[in-house]
Structures are given as C-alpha cells and as structure tokens.
C-alpha cells in the first residue's frame, strides 16, 4: 500500500529552524514529484514546494521563496522540508503529498501531516 | 497568480439533498482543477481531477464540471460521511487552493 509518513515537527521558537521528513513507501518514489502542503489551525489549506522526482528542479511560490527548500534523497525514498527564520504564522499541520504527473498538479496520496509550532 | 473563489464557506444539507459548490478563477485555467475532501482530523483525499473525472474508488454521486474560469462539485445526494470541508485546487501555474466549504448536516 503506498504510503507517506511525515516527522520533525515539534516545538521552536520564533527565528528558529526545522527540518521535517516525508518518507514514503508503496510506490516507485523517484518516479514522482512531491509536495508540502501546510494548514495553519482553523484555516485552509496551502501549497509551499515541489520537486520533480530526480530532484533537479524545484518551485515555490513567493511567500515560501528564500526560507523554505525542499529536498529529497532518493536512496532513502525521503523528502524533506528545511525552514529557517521560523515566524508565529508558520505555525500549521505541515503534510507532505504526492504529485500525480507533474509537479504540483494533482496530489493523489498525502501524508498524515507532522504538526509545526512556532512560539515567540 | 491566479486566485480561486470558492462558494459558500459553509453549508447545511439534510442527507439525500443535492450540494453543490463552486470555484471560480481569476483568469482562464482550462480544466486544471481538483477537488479534495477533508474531514475533521484527517488528511484531504482526492475526489475529482482534471475539473471532471472522478478519482478511482470515489463514489459516483460525486461529480465535477466546468471549465476556463468557472467550475462546481456536486453530491448528488449526501450522505452522512459526506460530512467534511471540501477544497478547490487550481494547478495551472502557480497552485492555489479555494478557501474551503464546510458541508454539516441540517
């Protein structure tokens, strides 16, 4: 059965950093792009990243550019997230998901989320 | 980047009612839109892709339709686990998603 499991979130002061994992399992994953998808309590969802599936092109939007990258480390069939310069609104269920064709287009397999808290 | 409008934030339905919700774009995507359900607690899954075609294993009285700037998902008759916030997403450029609809019962 396909799956992602996201890990990392936790706990971190405003200015900090984290670095959250997706690992996936049940499908080729280096024949996919991925995704990070957040959503901050109460609120709806947002797209923050994608990398194509060798890992050589990623995209982001302007409000995750230059404080977020994406990464992903085939061998291990694992994605990662890094943030850095962690702010009060970063604070969200952060879920990593798989893109269907191309980056970013149809998330068909998500993970169960990895919950990021950002206290000042 | 291109926004999605989504209507109505929220809605209350009796079970068998037909719902439907719409999104509607800020400038022409073609067909590339998805909706996903999310219940509460749980991760969104994928109904509808490309606008109109339904995801494998999803029910058929869940339907999409529409293209350019405007587009709707239906339920043809809701069912109690129908119950859930459902969003747009466009994935022409930049993705965006709608704001969500929270579907409850009446």
């Known amino acids: 059965e396909a799956q992602l499991v996201e890990s990392g979130g936790g706990l971190v002061q405003t200015g900090g950093s984290l670095r959250l994992s997706c690992f996936a399992s049940?499908?080729?994953?280096?024949?996919?792009?991925v995704s990070w998808v957040r959503q901050a309590p109460g609120r709806g969802l947002e797209w923050l990243c994608a990398?194509?599936?060798?890992?050589?092109?990623?995209w982001y939007p302007k409000s995750a550019k230059g404080r977020f990258t994406i990464s992903r480390d085939n061998s291990r069939s694992t994605l990662y997230l890094q943030m850095n310069s962690l702010r009060t609104e970063d604070t969200a269920l952060y879920y990593c998901?798989?893109?269907?064709?191309?980056?970013?287009?149809?998330?068909?397999?998500w993970g169960q989320g990895t919950m990021v808290t950002v206290s000042s | 980047d291109i926004q999605m409008t989504q209507s109505p934030p929220s809605l209350s339905a009796s079970v068998g009612d037909r719902v439907t919700i719409t999104c509607q774009a800020s400038?022409?995507?073609?067909?590339?839109v998805n909706w996903y359900q999310q219940k509460p607690g749980k991760a969104p899954t994928l109904l509808i892709y490309?606008?109109?075609i339904l995801e494998r294993g999803v029910p058929s009285r869940f339907s999409g339709s529409g293209s350019g700037t405007d587009f709707s998902f239906t339920i043809t008759s809701l069912q109690p686990e129908d119950i859930a916030t459902y969003y747009c997403h466009n994935h022409r450029d930049l993705p965006h998603f709608g704001g969500g609809t929270k579907v409850d019962l009446k």
């Open positions: 998901a798989r893109d269907r064709r191309y980056p970013a287009d149809i998330f068909d397999l």
């Open positions: 990398i194509t599936g060798d890992g050589a092109i990623t």
């Open positions: 400038q022409d995507i073609n067909n590339c």
């Open positions: 049940g499908f080729a994953f280096s024949n996919y792009a």
């Open positions: 490309d606008a109109s």
